[in-house]
């Protein structure tokens, strides 16, 4: 079993508790790595090293352009490395295998494009309205970062926040998910070997409650980056806003997959199963609630059951897996909660809605793809995220209706829209309140489009140019060139 220590100012750093936390592999359901159980002492540590380094440091004196060739070296090295990062991920989250290929190369792919942006954030020059007056704005990095992740893809969590962050010329303290915490920490010792001076990028492990709070409270983190549960979410704004921080936050959503009569039906059925039991419903984006035409109901739902009734459960390191276990303990026990509510509330159960049994899948937490008809807008198993395999069908009418059922959730964080009429997806597209649309497909990413959520699904933008302005701010200038002190505000006569 191999156990880990944080990573603090460019070394491993025991826990100054001694305290460690068992790794679970979901799969196996065995104890497979033990990491730091943090407290508010390494808290302070991995905060004063990543202060010294953006303020003292050869980062604060780095050019743009060579902080830039850094980060980009940074998404190399994971590409080097990414068949062990891959592994480490599905070890701890149970994700597939291929799944984690996928995002640890989008993950790379983010770090060379905001390598590339470094040097290409400017200020801007005012012609404002004063004579023998210069006015310039600076953009200037917002100051120490405090990273908190989730524990479905760790390290794409990591680059989303972490790239654009170096790219302002900010440091970071990263407090990964202690469900998840080992490939943050592997990966955060390769920045090194990329040219990462110390205390620019640290790693603190263990609970949110401990390690987590004490670090949003830090007087010298400027801003937070979480990505996590909307409650938990609320916990750290209220914090945030006590002490004046600033947040960007990405948390989770009940997205609508919504399907008109006239959709390719086919590619709408592959795109509501995939929507929701793609990494066994443990997205943000999940399709949980798949809005359905009446006019084509029970076709369709005839399509997605067949569909999901050869889903393959299994190991996920296996190629022909499809899908993998419950990544913890508490998420299969909610899952399994879900099914019951949602049966008492009077869904019909369609197919699935209990614990997974079989050759190659004992002993992990495996629920069986689920499916509930009959289901309405009001009840709880359409209103609150499950982050689990089971999908509502509720019918609509008319556009009209799709939209008001869209809309009605406390969430905004992405839609599906199913149709062949261009007029009605741009409609839908403009009034759906969400933060990202598909239009005949499902959770295409890319780390050029900004990606974030309305209403509870969070505060502020990931990838694409804009997110880099969560780690920045603006500073003016207004210099005089105005002699004997003529350009002053008051000359006392
Ligand atoms: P969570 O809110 O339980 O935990 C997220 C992180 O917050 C963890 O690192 C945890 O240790 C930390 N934390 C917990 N309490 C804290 C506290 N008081 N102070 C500081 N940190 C604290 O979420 P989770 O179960 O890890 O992740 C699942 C949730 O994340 C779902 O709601 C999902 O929708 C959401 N999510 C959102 C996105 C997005 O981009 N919008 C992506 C993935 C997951």
Not at 430 to 438: D, H, I, Y
Request: some cysteine.
């Amino acid at each position: 079993m191999r156990s880990y220590s944080h990573w603090i100012d460019g070394e491993f750093h025991a826990p100054n508790s001694q305290a460690w936390i068992d790794s679970i592999d979901p799969y196996r359901g065995e104890v497979w790595a033990r990491i730091p159980a943090g407290d508010a002492t390494d808290a302070d540590l991995a905060v004063a090293a990543a202060r010294r380094a953006m303020t003292t440091g050869p980062w604060a004196k780095m050019s743009a352009s060579e902080r830039g060739r850094i980060i980009t070296r940074i998404g190399d090295l994971l590409i080097e490395q990414l068949e062990l990062l891959a592994e480490i991920e599905v070890r701890d989250n149970g994700k597939l295998a291929a799944d984690m290929r996928g995002q640890l190369a989008y993950a790379a792919n983010s770090w060379r494009y905001f390598g590339g942006l470094a040097d290409k954030i400017e200020g801007t020059v005012m012609p404002i309205e004063k004579p023998d007056t210069v006015a310039m704005t600076f953009r200037e990095p917002v100051g120490v970062v405090l990273a908190i992740t989730a524990w479905n893809s760790p390290l794409t969590f990591f680059a989303l926040k972490c790239a654009p962050a170096l790219a302002a010329g900010c440091a970071v303290v990263v407090k990964p998910s202690e469900f998840s915490t080992v490939s943050s920490i592997e990966f955060a010792a390769l920045t090194k070997e990329a040219g990462l001076p110390d205390g620019v990028l640290n790693v603190v492990s263990g609970y949110g409650q401990d390690v987590g709070a004490a670090l949003v409270e830090h007087p010298h983190v400027a801003q937070i980056s979480f990505t996590g549960s909307d409650v938990t979410g609320a916990r750290i704004y209220e914090t945030a806003a006590r002490h004046m921080k600033r947040v960007a936050m990405e948390l989770g959503g009940k997205s609508p997959n919504i399907v008109f009569e006239d959709a390719d039906m086919d590619a709408a059925a592959m795109g509501a199963v995939s929507g929701i039991f793609g990494a066994t419903g443990q997205m943000c984006t999940a399709g949980s609630r798949l809005l359905v035409q009446n006019s084509i109901k029970d076709e369709f739902v005839a399509k997605v059951l067949e569909a999901t009734r050869s889903i393959r459960l299994g190991d996920p390191l296996d190629p022909e897996t499809n899908m993998g276990p419950l990544s913890n303990t508490p998420q299969y026990q909610k899952v399994l909660e879900y099914i019951d509510i949602a049966k008492a509330d009077g869904a019909t159960l369609l197919c699935g809605g209990k614990p997974a049994e079989g050759p190659g899948i004992q002993g992990g937490h495996f629920v069986e793809p689920t499916i509930f008809t009959d289901v309405t807008n009001d009840m709880r198993i359409a209103q609150e995220e499950v982050f689990g395999p089971i999908l509502s069908v509720i019918g609509f009418e008319d556009e009209a209706e799709a939209v008001a059922i869209g809309n009605d959730i406390a969430y905004g964080l992405a839609a599906g829209v199913w149709t062949r009429d261009i007029g009605r997806m741009m409609r839908m597209t403009r009034a759906l309140e969400v933060g990202t649309v598909w239009g005949n497909t499902y959770r295409t990413y890319s780390y050029m489009m900004p990606f974030g959520g309305m209403k509870r699904s969070g505060v502020g933008r990931e990838n694409g140019l804009e997110a880099v302005n969560e780690y920045l701010e603006t500073k003016s200038l207004m210099l005089s060139t105005a002699t004997g002190g003529q350009g002053n505000a008051f000359v006392p006569r």
